[in-house]
Nanobody, 124 residues
Framework: QVQLVESGGGLVQAGGSLKLSCAASGRAFSENGMGWFRQVSGKERECVAAIDSRGDETYYAVFVKGRFTISRDNAKNTMSLQMKNLKPEDAAIYYC?????????????????WGQGTQVTVSS
């Protein structure tokens, strides 16, 4: 079982930037498709971005496309989400997730391991 730990959340003004990191330990990180999800209280967890095990394929939700960049470093067992031009509606708890499959997945059901989450707050 892989363990995931997110970091990098915080408070930022609208238009600002944050970089989230996810450190993985346990099973072979390079075999896992990975994703970043976010959740606001009372709403379903939604996929923000996803990446396949090799980093060859990426997915971005339409509401972050052009502003967020997902990347991974398999040599360091880390994944990142660079967030730019943040908007108040981006405020949420952000989670990194690992799939047992190397493919790119968007649905939460395809992920079996989740980090504890990191809070992102965007002030207007």
């Amino acid at each position: 079982q892989v363990q995931l730990v997110e970091s990098g959340g915080g408070l930022v003004q609208a238009g600002g930037s944050l970089k989230l990191s996810c450190a993985a330990s346990g099973r072979a990180f390079s075999e896992n498709g990975m994703g970043w999800f976010r959740q606001v209280s009372g709403k379903e967890r939604e996929c923000v971005a996803a990446i396949d095990s090799r980093g060859d394929e990426t997915y971005y939700a339409v509401f972050v496309k052009g502003r967020f960049t997902i990347s991974r470093d398999n040599a360091k067992n880390t994944m990142s989400l660079q967030m730019k031009n943040l908007k108040p509606e981006d405020a949420a708890i952000y989670y990194c997730a690992a799939s047992p499959s190397p493919s790119l997945w968007i649905q939460t059901i395809n992920y079996d391991t989740w980090g504890q989450g990191t809070q992102v707050t965007v002030s207007s």
